[in-house]
């Protein structure tokens, strides 16, 4: 993310490491949302969002009709 703060892909991946290897939902979601605005085209990085808002066991991020929306996207 720092060597180029417009890639989509980089802050997809690392909203990847926030989510399965860190378990911060909060910053996974924030990263993703960075991803879809860099490229709104990215579906992975909606698809990754719709998991947490489905699943994440913090009650802050899930949010079943936006997991929906999202999820709908891929």
Known sequence: VRLDPQSSFAFHNRGLVWQLG?????????????????????????????LIRAT?????????KQALVDALHT
């Not at 994440?56 to 079943?64: C, L, T």
């Open 22 to 50: 860190k378990g911060n939902w909060q910053k996974a979601l924030a990263d993703y949302d960075e991803s879809i605005r860099l490229n709104p085209d990215n579906f992975a990085a909606y698809g990754n969002r719709a």
């Open 56 to 64: 994440a066991p913090d009650e802050r991020v899930r949010n079943g």
